[in-house]
């Protein structure tokens, strides 16, 4: 049970990649029992809900995790309580609540039979941890209506006294939950073989072995037949419209002002259409089987992108190729 | 319920980052040597495929589309997906030949981590409106876990350096682990502690690559003329998803899985477990009601390579083999998802 050699695997290229931000900015809605939790911090009040077996949960759910009734009887809890488990974060990253090394803890709040976790803060000192330890809850200045209305827990036998100040009176019903994943994406080994050519301004398409399709741009495999696309093909900067479309609405992020035609475009030479831009052309006119030609950006401007053509243009002659 | 038949197994080798290759080029190899280890040509030659993986790890939604592109998916083929570790394709693949619909299947899991903060990312799976805001991470919360164990006295730090120990003895012998050699307790115990009380090897490595599989109906499995290992049984138990409500000490989810899949209807002789932290090896190893004399982890486990969405089918693979070759004669494979051992996947596994 091995693998063989001789894949694509073993065709090694400098390795590209770009880095993106990936963010999910949702808001929530939080239901009547997430809701009335997150409504009570801004009043500096913890609240639980009793669960079928009678123990009060902090923070509520909605159903019992073991009977899957709804549960409905809130409980006034404290916001002081007891450390039954912690660990500790030396190196904090950029998501964490806290930027100095920190205590996640799980805290059995004065009251409540289930424990909260959240960070706790013992300024950085790691020894001053313990289970077992009393803790209340740090409270934040300006309640927002979320989860960070506990900045975090710190030592302490008693209650700060501190209530958040907040400018809303309604119960909380949405909140805000942006989330934002970092990656430096690579390209895979086909298609950085293929953005290496346009770099020098070649549009190179990829086929496998015997096979009978040559893919523009190329993403690692012959789909029909899952075979690697090991052998390069050469394809002329001039294409056929296979379709269109006449884009008339924004589309946000997009520099480009509507109306613009984008096009499937078919490489001389490719079997599989790309998508791209076409210009210079009176877009009532564009039709398929259009015939045209790449516009490339100067040479010195070229990297490793599709934009390196800054769009296709009608082509005039067959004889008029090339542009760049 | 029928008996199901693994005719072949490939994984490719645990790597912390598979440079230019994309998720169709990790792919494409395991799926070639799977078809070609069963002697079938073609996907083609399959009645249906599954596959496990998880599009945030690269950061794009309906990114698992494009690993049928590693397949041969013309003409169409009967195919489904599962945003589970392959393990749950197997599941997947299993009840389709119960119901009838299929006699043979592909399943195949991949992961690309190195591109992402696999730690952050699963960081998504937490409860979003107490936990995911606060960036709780689940390095930190199975940190958690071993502090509940050790401070209740059961489990000892020297039993968790043990687990590494074993494990990175036993990945001596995986060509495709990312971590092995030779360690002792002291040494491990030497180390500083990284989130307290784990230490960083505690933690298992973050591994690119993926996993293929065959299985077919035992009357298939014999016409072809391969050996094979025989899934005796399966079953997949979950907990709640609030981890506070939870004994972190235990694992009720693989002690019924365990139950219902058939483990203590005979002896048991080998077990790979997926444990991505070592102290959840001991949990497991006890709620599966596991004794000394069991072989734990021959490949080495996680600890010596995680290939996350692929690391359950691998279990699976690991276990098959070694029964295959002959070395053990009935086993165990544990599959597990989410926080803390929230979710688990028990297949139990005998010869031909």
């Not at chain 2, 002792?184 to 293929?212: F, M, N, W, Y």
Request: a negative charge; glycine letters at 8%; charged letters at 20%.
């Amino acid at each position: 049970m091995s693998l063989e050699s001789g894949s694509a695997t073993d065709q090694q290229v400098e390795v590209l990649s770009q880095k993106f931000t990936l963010g999910f900015t949702y808001t929530r809605s939080t239901g009547p029992v997430v809701g009335r939790f997150l409504s009570s911090l801004r009043d500096g009040k913890m609240v639980g809900v009793k669960g079928s077996d009678g123990r009060v949960i902090v923070p509520p759910v909605e159903y019992d995790p073991v009977t899957a009734e709804a549960l409905t009887e809130f409980v006034d809890v404290a916001d002081t309580g007891k450390v039954v488990n912690w660990c500790w974060v030396a190196e904090p990253t950029e998501h964490h609540p806290l930027s100095h090394p920190f205590a996640w803890g799980m805290v059995k709040l004065d009251g409540a039979d289930t424990p909260i976790l959240h960070a706790i803060d013992t300024q950085g000192d790691a020894t001053q941890m313990a289970t077992g330890m009393k803790v209340r809850v740090r409270w934040l200045d300006q309640a927002q209506g979320n989860i960070k209305d506990i900045v975090c827990f710190e030592p302490g036998e008693s209650s700060s006294g501190n209530v958040p100040e907040h400018d809303f009176e309604e119960p909380v019903v949405m909140m805000d939950a942006p989330t934002y994943l970092d990656y430096n994406y690579t390209a895979g080994n086909a298609t950085a073989r293929y953005l290496h050519q346009i770099r020098k301004g070649k549009i190179v398409g990829q086929k496998a072995p015997g096979g009978d399709f040559v893919y523009v741009p190329p993403r690692g495999s012959c789909p029909a037949t899952g075979v690697a696309t090991t052998e390069e093909v050469e394809c002329a900067d001039v294409a056929t419209v296979e379709s269109f479309t006449i884009v008339h609405i924004p589309i946000p992020g997009n520099p480009i002002k509507p109306p613009y035609v984008v096009a499937n475009l078919l490489a001389d030479g490719a079997d599989v259409s790309f998508i791209h831009l076409l210009s210079e052309v009176d877009n009532d006119a564009v039709k398929i089987g259009m015939r045209v030609k790449a516009v490339w950006k100067p040479e010195e401007e070229w990297s490793y992108a599709m934009d390196n053509i800054r769009y296709w243009k009608p082509l005039e002659n067959e004889s008029d190729k090339g542009g760049k | 319920m029928q008996d199901v038949a693994i005719v072949s197994f490939v994984q490719s080798d645990c790597v912390r980052h598979a440079g230019a290759q994309n998720e169709v080029e990790l792919i494409m190899p395991v799926v070639q040597a799977a078809l070609k280890e069963a002697g079938l040509i073609s996907v083609q030659d399959v009645d249906f495929t599954c596959s496990g993986s998880c599009d945030y790890q690269q950061g794009a939604a309906f990114a698992f589309v494009a690993g049928v592109d590693a397949l041969g998916a013309v003409p169409p083929i009967k195919e489904s997906h599962v945003e589970m570790d392959a393990a749950w394709a197997l599941y997947e693949s299993w009840l389709k030949i119960q119901m009838g619909q299929a006699e043979s299947a592909l399943i195949y899991g991949f992961g690309k981590s190195s591109p992402g903060q696999l730690s952050n990312v699963l960081s998504l799976q937490l409860d979003p409106y107490y936990l995911a805001p606060l960036g709780v991470d689940t390095i930190s919360l199975a940190a958690m876990q071993a502090r509940s164990l050790l401070e209740s006295g059961e489990v000892s730090e020297v039993d968790l350096a043990e687990v590494v120990v074993n494990s990175r003895a036993n990945a001596k012998n995986n060509p495709h682990a990312q971590l092995s050699g030779d360690f002792t307790v002291d040494q491990l115990l030497a180390e500083p502690e990284t989130v307290s009380p784990l230490r960083k090897h505690d933690c298992c490595p973050i591994s690119d690559g993926a996993a293929a599989m065959i299985i077919c109906t035992v009357e298939k499995a014999k016409a072809m003329g391969k050996p094979y290992a025989v899934i005796k049984g399966i079953d997949h138990r979950i907990e709640t998803h609030h981890v506070t409500l939870r004994d972190l000490r235990r694992s009720p989810s693989v002690e019924i899985a365990a139950k219902k899949a058939g483990v203590h209807d005979a002896p048991v002789d080998v077990a790979e477990i997926y444990a991505p932290f070592s102290h959840q090896e001991i949990i497991v190893k006890r709620a599966l009601g596991l004794d000394d004399s069991v072989a734990i982890n021959p490949s080495g486990g996680v600890l010596a390579g995680h290939l996350f969405m692929a690391s359950g089918l691998s279990r699976v693979g690991e276990v098959a083999k070694r029964i295959i070759a002959g070395e053990y004669k009935r086993g165990v494979a544990h599959a597990t998802s989410g926080p803390c051992l929230q979710q688990n996947m028990i297949t139990v596994l005998e010869g031909m």
